[in-house]
């Protein structure tokens, strides 16, 4: 899917609001509230409109979910127009992180706020009660009236990952491969002496690169997550994010 054009000027000063005057968006404004296991997503269209709710899994199934539902919720095709859905989470202690990566990829326009401006919104809207809906809708209404800035993961970071985790695919089918052409012989002659052949070069070769592969991805995604929290809590210090 080709990447939308994010440069709407709308959405790009995070202290917007419509204390203009001005007529809110219709597009529809999702808020979601995260947690380890689950996000409360609710969704709204317009000002007076009521706002839908639902839960999904904190996993790549329940991203999958989430974004069947919102097509069919908003009427919107995904394929075509995915950024008129605006989504706003808050920095969340890094559980936000995989269902705002999955989402922008997938070309929604997402918002990751400091919850010291949700939480300033709230108050200024009398708002006291705190449960996961309650947190998603204002989200929703707080995503509507500021239209928050997008957020954009580190490019650097995702394509250093995207071609390691390539590299590792391509090992590992190298190795399937080689292990299924000793087992698909039927001489057992020829087979013990490829395998003591591969063994002893080819396949320990391609298992030692995975291992290393593997160990570096590792590496890669912890000093990216430590990048990241860093992030998180830059963006609570006021001024900040």
Not at 83 to 101: F, K, M, N, T, W
Not at 146 to 170: A, H, V
């Amino acid at each position: 899917m080709t990447a939308p054009d994010r440069s709407n000027p709308d959405r790009s000063n995070p202290d917007r609001s419509n204390s203009s005057g001005s007529v809110p968006s219709a597009d529809p404004h999702v808020g979601i509230d995260v947690s380890r296991a689950s996000l409360e997503v609710a969704l709204i269209r317009s000002e007076e409109d009521a706002s839908a709710s639902h839960t999904v899994p904190n996993t790549e199934d329940g991203f999958g979910q989430l974004l069947n539902g919102l097509e069919k919720q908003t009427d919107i095709n995904l394929t075509t127009a995915p950024d008129r859905i605006h989504v706003c989470l808050e920095a969340s202690g890094g559980y936000q992180r995989p269902v705002a990566r999955f989402l922008h990829e997938r070309g929604l326009t997402v918002s990751i706020v400091n919850p010291l401006r949700t939480s300033a919104y709230a108050d200024s809207q009398l708002n006291r009660s705190k449960t996961d809906k309650v947190d998603a809708r204002l989200l929703a209404r707080f995503c509507q009236k500021e239209e928050p800035s997008p957020w954009e993961p580190s490019s650097s970071e995702q394509k250093s990952l995207k071609e390691m985790t390539r590299g590792l695919e391509q090992l590992k089918k190298e190795r399937d491969r080689l292990k299924n052409q000793i087992g698909q012989s039927e001489n057992p002659t020829v087979t013990g002496a490829l395998q003591s052949v591969l063994e002893r070069s080819v396949l320990e070769s391609v298992g030692e690169q995975i291992g290393r592969l593997e160990e570096a991805i590792d590496d890669h995604i912890q000093n990216a997550d430590a990048l990241a929290r860093n992030r998180d809590l830059l963006e609570t210090i006021p001024g900040i994010g």
